[in-house]
């Protein structure tokens, strides 16, 4: 287990290392100017370079790239162009709205994917698992957006049950957790549905139906916590969706996270954020994989660490 | 299934291309598959006859297009499913945006699967170096979330709608890269190829004789799923505005434009929504079965 951790381990800091590298080239080679967009459209070609020099924009990109990571090591970002602020700050500031948005992702994916996977497992083959299936290919084939939209539409819009947009209560939680968490949910009740068929299928599950327990003992206490354990286990592969999730939905509830930060940041091109929450989203992304990797065999026993 | 004869138990079936008609005649037997099939077929046919079907050509802007006051027109007997911003008809632009969808779908995702089959397959027949360096790249690339790396990639290239495809085909190549490159280590690895080797093949008879007509079904299973992907991510970025930029008319720049009017005008976000999922499901319908008919050991997450 320590070998196969320290190897792990080992993987993913080369893959962030890779990481920091992708996100410099490509931001480098934005073809917009940073320094004239700061400097303003009036701005002299003196003034544009002074702030050239002053970010050190006008060394060479190794020595730009050293010491962005040389940065990185405690934790420094980088300065935003056009806020002057620093990147993590800024990051941190709005990095618990989106931990909580994620959360009640979380939440909502699993009340919902688990709830449907279920049923149409015990109706397997039937209308109802038919149904269940149909609704869970339309979830994981509608775009944030729109759903976010058609929410928005009809519950804030239409019924006034929810506000608009913004962020402060409980209410305004509710049609982001849900529009960021339906991808999730129709893969989940997919995961959910397959995995309870196959342990209901196993032997167990007829010595306890055999001994006479109730069915839905057999459900709730044999069946349910052995099907839901490998799911979980995947919640760590998550993060990658909902780090791309949280661009449209943030942007289209004006949720003030990380993604509405990242869009304000691309449109004014503010490299230091973008790069900022491109390397903090790979860092949860790589993170969440690693977690999911080392949480699987601790659930089940039968997965061979590699 | 006659033909999937592998002892270790996964069925696979081999050479799907002369199959093509037993694979389409199981694909209609099923019902959800069927109307998945339905849907692509219509949006080809609305695609392929835009400039015939369309009621007006979509950029002009029709004087009897708004109210008096300049506001857009609800769904009515002229304009069957309203009219836009600018005065231009809702339908007329929703047929000719399916084409933009079915390019950028079709030529990303093409460019996709055969970029990431290549990586697949070479990095999981030759093995090595070959396969450290490829799959330790394709790790690093699965590392960005797809959305902000398209976004970046955006940002960079002006985009055009081939600019668009080539993004999303940068973003999208790694999942079937994956999933051959695991397909050919366990084909590389069985018995039928060991026995073609010992009776003399070459590497690369054995490459394409026996491994890549195995291939084929998973990469048909993929290239369908992959085309959702595409179709959704299009419309994404184009609903950002750095997807395919008006007036080329597209289902995500068609609801971009006149987001800000949803609650007055929610034809013409509802339009192109319902537009953009029942292609994504159509897509998504047809590859789950493919996946069932072609290939029964692969059920899992994607």
Redesign the interface.
Known sequence: MAAYLLRRLIQAALILLGVTFITFVLLYILPADPARQIAGRSATAETVNNIRIQLGLDQPLYVQYGRYLDGLLHLDLGRSYLQKTEVTTLIASRLPATLLLMLGAIVCELAIGLTMGLFAAIRRGGRIDQTLMVISFVAVSAPQFVVGILLLYVFAVYLGWFPIGGYGSFSHLVLPAITLGILGAGWYSRMMRSSMIDVLRQDFIRTARAKGLKPTTVMAVHAMPNAILPIIAMIGIDIGYFMSGIVVVESVFGWPGIGQLAWQAIQRVDIPIIMGVTLVSAFAIVIGNLLADLIAPLIDPRIKLR | MTLATAPDGAGITPGAGARLGTVLSRLVRRP?ALFGLAVIVIVVLAAVFAPLIAPFPPDEQLFEGLTLEGAPLPPDSTFLLGTDLLGRDLLSRLLYGARTSLIIGIVANGIAVAIGAMVGVSAGFFGGIVSGVLM?FT??M????????A???A??F?PSLWIVALVIAMVNWTQIARVTYTETRSLAERDFVEAESAMGAGRTRILFRHIMPHLLPTIMVWATLGI?TTV?LE??LS??G?GVRPPIPSW?NI?FES?TY??TA?WL??FP?VA??LL??GF??VG?ALRDILDPTQ?G?Y
């Open positions: 959800l330790r790790d690093l699965m590392a960005f979330p797809a959305l902000l790396l976004i970046v990639l940002a960079i002006q959702s959704l419309a994404t609903y950002l750095i995500g609801i987001q949803f609650t929610p976000v509802f929504g953009i999922i994504a499901l998504n319908l789950d059920k997450r």
